[in-house]
T-cell receptor, first 118, second 115 residues
Framework: AQKITQTQPGMFVQEKEAVTLDCTYDTSDQSYGLFWYKQPSSGEMIFLIYQGSYDEQNATEGRYSLNFQKARKSANLVISASQLGDSAMYFCAMREPYSGAGSYQLTFGKGTKLSVIP | ETGVTQTPRHLVMGMTNKKSLKCEQHLGHNAMYWYKQSAKKPLELMFVYSLEERVENNSVPSRFSPECPNSSHLFLHLHTLQPEDSALYLC??????????????FGSGTRLTVV
C-alpha cells in the first residue's frame, strides 16, 4: 500500500524568501509518479509539479522545484521568492502504477498550510 | 467552457433531504473521480469511473450514490445524510497516463453542510 507523509501541518515564510515543504512516501512499486497540488481557500486543487520515479533530473516549473531523493523516498517542494498569493494548503500525492483499466489512483498526504508574511 | 466544473459550489441540506452534486468536464478525459475532503484528514477517494463504468467503490455508505451517464458528466446523489458527511466534495478527471503527467484535473468542489 502506498502512503504519503507530510510532517508540517503549518509553515510560515517571509515574502520573497524561499520555503521547502516536506513530503516522504512509502511504496514497493518501482514505477510511480509524485505530484504537488496547491489548494487556495476557494477549494480548487491546482496542479503545480510532477516527478516520475525514473526521471533523473529534479522537476522544475517556474518558481516551483521538486527536490527528489529516491533513496530517501522524499519529494520536497521548494517555492522560491514566495508571494502573498502562495498562501494556501499544499498537498503531496503519489500515483500508483497504471493498471490498464483506464483510471488510476492518487494517494494524498494530509497537507501543509503555508502562510506568506508580508 | 474548459476544465472541470462542479455545481453547486455550496449546499446546505437537512438529514432527510435528497440532493445531487454535478460534475462536468470538457477535457476529453476518460476517467472521473469523487473525493471527500474533511477537515484535518487526507483526501478520501470515494468512487472512480473509467469509460463510464464504475471501477472503484471504496466502502462508501449507500447514502451516497454515484452516476456517470456519459464520459463528460458525473453525479453524486445524496440522501439521508449525517452531520459527519459535511465536507468538501471534489470531482476530478484524468486521461490515460502517458498522454500527460499532470495527474488529475480537479473542480472547485462543493462545500456540503448537513444540518
Amino acid at each position: 500500500a502506498q502512503k504519503i507523509t507530510q510532517t508540517q501541518p503549518g509553515m510560515f515564510v517571509q515574502e520573497k524568501e524561499a520555503v521547502t515543504l516536506d513530503c516522504t512516501y512509502d511504496t514497493s512499486d518501482q514505477s510511480y509518479g509524485l505530484f504537488w497540488y496547491k489548494q487556495p481557500s476557494s477549494g480548487e486543487m491546482i496542479f503545480l509539479i510532477y516527478q516520475g520515479s525514473y526521471d533523473e533530473q529534479n522537476a522544475t516549473e517556474g518558481r516551483y522545484s521538486l527536490n527528489f531523493q529516491k533513496a530517501r523516498k522524499s519529494a520536497n517542494l521548494v517555492i522560491s521568492a514566495s508571494q502573498l498569493g502562495d498562501s494556501a494548503m499544499y498537498f503531496c500525492a503519489m500515483r500508483e502504477p497504471y493498471s490498464g483499466a483506464g483510471s488510476y489512483q492518487l494517494t494524498f498526504g494530509k497537507g501543509t498550510k503555508l502562510s506568506v508574511i508580508p | 467552457e474548459t476544465g472541470v466544473t462542479q455545481t453547486p459550489r455550496h449546499l446546505v441540506m437537512g438529514m432527510t433531504n435528497k440532493k445531487s452534486l454535478k460534475c462536468e468536464q470538457h477535457l476529453g478525459h476518460n476517467a472521473m473521480y469523487w473525493y471527500k475532503q474533511s477537515a484535518k484528514k487526507p483526501l478520501e477517494l470515494m468512487f472512480v469511473y473509467s469509460l463510464e463504468e464504475r471501477v472503484e467503490n471504496n466502502s462508501v455508505p449507500s447514502r451516497f450514490s454515484p452516476e456517470c451517464p456519459n464520459s463528460s458528466h458525473l453525479f453524486l446523489h445524496l440522501h439521508t445524510l449525517q452531520p459527519e458527511d459535511s465536507a468538501l466534495y471534489l470531482c476530478a478527471s484524468s486521461e490515460v497516463p502517458g498522454m500527460t503527467n499532470y495527474g488529475y484535473t480537479f473542480g472547485s468542489g462543493t462545500r456540503l453542510t448537513v444540518v
